[in-house]
Structures are given as structure tokens and as C-alpha cells.
């Protein structure tokens, strides 16, 4: 009961408006000059993607931004650091050719990083400023080089701790009105609350033109009928099929599936499917302030969608075993796709307790399966193996997150990356 009113109350609108009222219309009030801050951490390659695009918009938002330096992710927060690292400049790098920003080639060298921060502190706070120091720093064009200075990593500490402080745990965000946007694909909301408080003329073309294929197919809305890919006679058997690593917690799986059901269908390849368990039950951190934000994303990010999205009903442990443990056998009867996307409605849109073994039986009836069938074949099939597989072949991928796509010999996590699968199969197909 407690997490359906936390839920409902991050979801209100009378939420927001309240956000609103205390960090922008005291301040517009008071007559003070409206403010965004920028938190940017030096060697975060998604901070030196969004530091390139503000400096390509600032002049169309009637605000000023506050630029604070930060070390990084908090502590306990980034799950495989050295995966996450070469995932990181992979992923900035589909950002950069989709904007046509700066591609990161090289790394910066440590001299150049500490000299980059040293740099900062002699110059304005404006966003070119910063951005001269990430092309710098990222290019390692620097003739001289800096010493670390205490100053230097006392001001860093400060602005992480403010950061911490308003409710945020990762650079390469925006601050605005109460609410964050995390690195470039966010400036898109950015810039919607921008337009309703009147502090941009006109939406940025650049988010109008940049939509992906797929998005113009509108994600499937729980049909009483879907078409798996696995058993349609319209996928030919030499087309790779697209893989999608997810996981039922996991509210960026739930958009990412709906969104790969819709590519699948578009391009007529087979979807399959590969559960995972919930980073908590691998042993996984996953602080709070970490899942408020991701909770609060993936519900603006329906929206956009047109995906439906109205609660929360944690699946986690029971939940998520009971409907693993059924998986395979939907899977078996050629209803994987239909399985799974009901497993997700009942945790994200009819908040039905999937902890409660009669729940699992009514989506079996809805989908004409026999369940006592499907707890004869778990017996003989370890839904633990096939999860700890799915698991080992997520990490030979070089990821741990979910949700993760292959198609052939690419790879992709999150549910940001659809487009760039869409545009993997296009060019396949046309070579």
C-alpha cells in the first residue's frame, strides 16, 4: 500500500506543480533570473556530448546555466566500472554521429584531466567556456599541464555533494524546476517544460527531425492478440533474429520490449527473448535515489511513447521467480512474446501481484495455456540454468545491464539505442 501512494505520488501532476512553484515561480517572484544547473564531470564522455549540444541551443533558452565540475557517478553506483567505461565511449559516439557532434577518439590522458579541471576554475562559469575545456581535455591539445591543486578537488567534492544533496547521483544532468534530465536524449523533455514556462520561443528542430523509423510505429497497446516472431511465417530463417536481454523490474526493459516488439514486427525478424534477474537479486546495489530517478524517467518516456504506464507493482524475489519459472514453457508453446508483455502489464499498468500464484494462473488462462503443464516441464527445466545462461551470455556481449539488444555481431543497451538497431537491420538488409 505504502509503495502504490509513493507511486501515485510521483506520478501527479500536483507533484509537479508544486516542483514548479518552489525552485522557478518564487524565484521569477522574487525577480531573480530563471536558472538551470549543469553538473559535468571532466572524463565522462556523455558529459562532453551534452556540454556540445547546450552549447548549440543555449541561444534559443531565455535561462542561464550554472556549470559545476563533479568527480563522477557516486559511489556504489556504477555496476562493472571497466564494462561501463567501454560502454560509456561506444554509446557517446552513436550520440555524436547522430548530432554530428565531436567523436571521441582517444581518451584523455591523466595530465590532461587534471590540467582541464585546473583550467576551469580560471574561467567564467558559462557553457562555451566548458565546452572549449572538454574539446581540450578530450583532444589532449593542452601545451602546458597543471599539478592537482587541492582547491581544485575541494570545489569538485563541494558541487558532488550538492549534487547528493538535490537528489541526483551521475553527471552529464540537468537540474531545472525541480526535476533532472540525464545526458543529450533528455533535452528533449528539457525543453518541453522550457516551452510551458515560456522560456523558449520554439522547440529545437533538431529533436523534431531526429526520430527514429520505429518510433513512427506506434508500440502495441496490449492487443488481445500479438503475432510471435518465432512461430510468424513471415520471418525467413536467414535473417538474424533480434535478442533482448530484460529483466521484469526493470522499467526500461518493459518500454525497451514494447519498442522491439514494434521494430520486429516492422522489419519481420524474430524477437527472442532472454530474462535476467533484477540486479538486486544478484547481489547488485541499486540505491534508491537511483531507482526514483529511473522510475520517474521511464514514466515520461511512456508518455512520449504512448506506452501505457500507471503504477508499479514490485515483482522483485517471489514475483519474479514465480513468472521465470513459467517462462520457458510459454516460450515452448510459441507465446514468449505474449507471456512476457503480459508479465510486464500486470507490474506497470494493472498493479497485479505477480507474488500471488493465482495471478500467474489467470494470464496462462488469457493466453490458453495449461499451467499444470507448465509446472511439469519447470521440473524437468531449471528455469535458474536457462536465467544464469542468459546471464553469462549478456556479459560475453561486454554488458550486465538490462535492456540490452543484439542483432548479428552488434550490441546495444538501453531502450535509447532502438534507433540505432533499427538502423543496424535497415543497412544489412540493404547491403
Known amino acids: 500500500m505504502l509503495l502504490r501512494l ?17 525552485y522557478f515561480l518564487i524565484g521569477r517572484f522574487l525577480g531573480r533570473k530563471s536558472k538551470a544547473e549543469v553538473y559535468l564531470s571532466l572524463n565522462d564522455p556523455h558529459s562532453f556530448m551534452l556540454v556540445q549540444m547546450l552549447s548549440r541551443l543555449e541561444t534559443n533558452y531565455h535561462l542561464k546555466f550554472k556549470v559545476l565540475f563533479i568527480w563522477g557517478t557516486l559511489p556504489g553506483i556504477t555496476i562493472c566500472p571497466k564494462l561501463y567505461r567501454q560502454w560509456a565511449i561506444k554509446d557517446a559516439n552513436l550520440t555524436a554521429a547522430q548530432f554530428n557532434l565531436i567523436e571521441i577518439k582517444d581518451e584523455p590522458t591523466s595530465a590532461s584531466l587534471t590540467t582541464g579541471q585546473q583550467a576551469w576554475q580560471l574561467q567564467v562559469n558559462n557553457i562555451a567556456n566548458a565546452e572549449q575545456i572538454f574539446i581540450n581535455t578530450w583532444g589532449n591539445k593542452f601545451e602546458e599541464h597543471f599539478q592537482t591543486s587541492t582547491p581544485t578537488i575541494n570545489h569538485q567534492v563541494k558541487n558532488q555533494l550538492r549534487l547528493k544533496a538535490k537528489g541526483h547521483y551521475a553527471p552529464a544532468s540537468i537540474f531545472f524546476a525541480g526535476t533532472w534530465y540525464v545526458g543529450v536524449e533528455r ?6 517544460v522550457l516551452k510551458e514556462l515560456l522560456l523558449i520561443d520554439e522547440l529545437s528542430e533538431v529533436f523534431m527531425t531526429t526520430q527514429p523509423l520505429s518510433y513512427a510505429v506506434k508500440p502495441p497497446s496490449f492487443p488481445d492478440k500479438i503475432v510471435d516472431m518465432h512461430a510468424s511465417k513471415a520471418v525467413t530463417e536467414s535473417v538474424a533474429p533480434i535478442v533482448i536481454y530484460l529483466s521484469l523490474r526493470s522499467p526500461y526493459s518493459y518500454l525497451g520490449f514494447v519498442k522491439a516488439i514494434a521494430l520486429a514486427e516492422q522489419c519481420q525478424v524474430e524477437l527472442v527473448i532472454k530474462p535476467i ?9 541499486m540505491p534508491v535515489v537511483k531507482q526514483k530517478y529511473i522510475y520517474l524517467d521511464a514514466f515520461r518516456e511512456a508518455k512520449k511513447l504512448g506506452i501505457e504506464f500507471t503504477g508499479f507493482t514490485d515483482p522483485l524475489g517471489v514475483g519474479v521467480i514465480n513468472a521465470y519459472r513459467l517462462f520457458a514453457w510459454a516460450q515452448q508453446q510459441g507465446k514468449a512474446v505474449e507471456y512476457m508483455l503480459a508479465c510486464f502489464k500486470a507490474i506497470y499498468v494493472k498493479g497485479i501481484d505477480l507474488a500471488n500464484h493465482e495471478n500467474l494462473e489467470d494470464i496462462f488462462k488469457e493466453l490458453s495455456l495449461n499451467i499444470e503443464d507448465a509446472y511439469a516441464f519447470q521440473a524437468q527445466h531449471d528455469w535458474q540454468q536457462w536465467a544464469d545462461l542468459n546471464q553469462i551470455d549478456l556479459t560475453n556481449l561486454n554488458l550486465w545491464g538490462v535492456p540490452s ?19 543496424e537491420i535497415n543497412y544489412l538488409r540493404d547491403n
Open 6 to 22: 509513493k507511486i501515485k505520488w510521483l506520478q501527479s501532476l500536483y507533484r509537479t506543480k508544486i516542483l514548479i512553484f518552489r
Open 187 to 192: 533535452l528533449y523533455h528539457f525543453e518541453r
Open 405 to 423: 539488444f543484439s542483432y548479428g555481431n552488434v550490441s546495444y543497451w538501453g531502450q535509447d539505442r532502438i534507433p540505432a538497431l533499427e538502423k
Open 277 to 285: 534477474l533484477p540486479l538486486l537479486m544478484r547481489g547488485a546495489p
